[in-house]
């Protein structure tokens, strides 16, 4: 048996390494997606290497710091940084869920001091909180979405009723939040059933991603999620909606060949003490309502 030389040592090293790996060349193209790239995005190499980083394929957005919308604009310092650097980011993934990853960036040069690439590292920050709940026992004690992997109507319903009641003993402000896909059924009326599904969970999925594990989402009814924000005052879930609305919007699924993208309209409101079950949300599906009304894709806030 001979022995592997260097060069099959330093590629075995980078496929065996759990981090995703990927270098962009001074052209702004892909040149190298590791096996670690793969299994944290889904992209595989055939659909990576050669694109242009700053395509939809690779748009991402520094976590809490960019919106999806600023994510868009390619940045000369991205392809070309001065020295390393690691911040936070969101990569949207094949299917199109966002995925908090922590990147370095890290400037190659050749012996000149000419850049040559940019190789960047990054691995998920923590896990999310859809996936713990399904590696949860939620799941099995019959609390979970079959769909979209969402509590359930009566378990979000239960958890609103936590917070009316928790609220009445402690006066810590809480959100609502209710959202509706755009358009769906024209969705349904071009591609079918199975694309409104693949729809509600990348859009559950994206949702999830973007609330904090102190959040709940829920599917309230057939085409309407509601979200439930302790310790969220009104200034605070108009900036988690409206980052949430961008998030879904630059999202997609792949679906035979095209790409399926949506947006959302978002009501908000905010918990008083008065309330019930039915009277805060339905504050938030009047909202909801009256974002639909006027074109959808954005969000309404409704106080009182």
């Known amino acids: 048996m001979t022995n592997p030389g260097e060069r099959d040592i330093h590629r075995m090293a980078l496929e065996a390494l759990p981090l995703g790996i990927y270098a962009v060349n001074r052209e702004g193209k892909v040149i190298l997606w590791s096996a670690g790239a793969e299994k944290l995005t889904d992209y595989l190499r055939q659909d990576v290497l050669g694109r242009l980083h700053e395509s939809d394929l690779l748009k991402s957005g520094e976590e809490d710091q960019k919106t999806a919308q600023d994510s868009a604009e390619p940045r000369g310092d991205t392809l070309q940084p001065a020295s390393s650097t690691d911040a936070p980011f969101s990569v949207r993934c094949k299917n199109g869920r966002y995925l908090k990853v922590q990147v370095r ?28 709940r399904r590696r949860g026992k939620l799941g099995a004690y019959g609390c979970l979405d079959a769909l979209t992997g969402a509590l359930n109507h009566s378990m979000i319903q239960a958890r609103l009723k936590e917070c009316l009641n928790l609220y009445a003993l402690y006066p810590v402000p809480f959100c609502v939040m209710c959202y509706g896909i755009d358009d769906l059924s024209k ?22 991603s973007g609330l904090r594990p102190t959040d709940f989402l829920g599917r309230w009814l057939d085409q309407e999620f509601l979200a439930i924000l302790p310790e969220c005052g009104e200034s605070d879930v108009m900036r988690v909606a409206e980052r949430l609305r961008k998030l879904v919007r630059h999202a997609g699924v792949e679906w035979w060949g095209d790409t399926l993208h949506a947006t959302v309209s978002i009501g908000a409101t905010i918990g008083h003490d008065s309330d019930t079950v039915s009277t805060v949300v339905g504050r938030a599906e009047q909202a909801l309502r009256e974002s639909s009304s ?11």
């Open 187 to 208: 969705l349904g009326d071009r591609y079918g059933q199975a694309a409104v599904d693949a729809a509600l969970r990348m859009v559950a999925d994206t949702f999830e």
């Open 294 to 304: 006027m074109g959808g894709n954005r969000v309404v806030m409704i106080s009182a």
């Open 105 to 132: 960036s890290v400037p190659l040069r050749d012996e000149a001091g000419e850049f040559v690439a940019t190789v960047k590292v990054f691995e998920a920050n923590s896990p999310s909180h859809c996936s713990y």
